[in-house]
């Protein structure tokens, strides 16, 4: 079935530490997997995103790897800021183009 | 430039009474088009999807429809709302190939 499992749900961090984020897909067929940040009251952002034919991209202080072996793709944000704090949701799309989302990891970034 | 509205972005109403929310892109043509609604402090759940003038599919079967009457415009109906139909209703297109983008969403509150 189109499933994405979020991990963990919730996370706190001391600022200049890393975050790290997992999700887990089931469609064996995906291959772009985009993440996007939710800031309380607005609309997701896309932060990054990852296709198939590679294993990681990064962008300054963030990055995404992907083992399509394990079905597994993940998050960094390293050197953490406060206005890093938001809900992150992991998605891919499906072969019917819907994106399939994660169920969202709210970030807290302490200072 | 590729460019998502939405309106309006607030919205208070009756329970029983109708509900019409439009979105409009600019910037490409026959875009994949898309309606999600987000409960407070929850998850994107996909309600509709378009990806063609006339071609609708529901995700979840419920007393909302949608329309697409033109390349660009996408819209949310109900004909009564209920209380449970409170929520942040987001819609979103895909110009390219595979980046989905948001609209800055509108938030109905039923009373």
């Known amino acids: 079935g189109e499933n994405v499992e979020q991990h963990p749900s919730t996370l706190s961090v001391q600022e200049g530490d890393s975050a790290v984020i997992k999700c887990t897909y089931s469609?064996?067929?995906?291959?772009?997997f985009p993440w996007y940040k939710q800031e309380l009251g607005k609309r997701p952002q896309l932060i990054i995103d990852?296709?198939?034919?590679?294993g990681e991209k990064k962008d300054q202080r963030i990055a995404v790897t992907l083992n399509k072996t394990a079905k597994h793709f993940s998050l960094h944000i390293t050197e953490t800021q406060p206005e890093d704090s938001a809900v992150y949701f992991c998605?891919?799309?499906?072969?019917?183009?819907?994106?399939?989302f994660g169920t969202g990891t709210r970030l807290k970034v302490l200072a | 430039s590729q460019t998502i509205h939405q309106w309006p972005a607030t919205l208070v109403q009756p329970v029983g009474s109708p509900l019409s929310l439009e979105c409009t892109v600019e910037?490409?043509?026959?875009?994949?088009l898309y309606w999600y609604r987000q409960a407070a402090g929850r998850g994107l759940q996909l309600l509709f999807y378009s990806v063609g003038i006339g071609q609708i599919s529901s995700e979840v079967p419920q007393n909302l429809s949608a329309s697409r009457p033109q390349d660009r415009q996408f819209i949310l109906s109900s004909k009564k709302l209920l209380l449970s139909d409170s929520g942040f209703y987001l819609c979103?297109?895909?110009?390219?190939?595979?980046?989905?983008?948001f609209g800055p969403g509108t938030r109905l509150t039923v009373l």
């Open positions: 910037g490409t043509s026959n875009p994949n």
């Open positions: 998605a891919y799309l499906s072969r019917t183009y819907k994106y399939i």
């Open positions: 469609d064996s067929a995906s291959n772009y």
């Open positions: 979103a297109w895909k110009p390219r190939v595979n980046e989905q983008f």
């Open positions: 990852i296709r198939s034919n590679v």
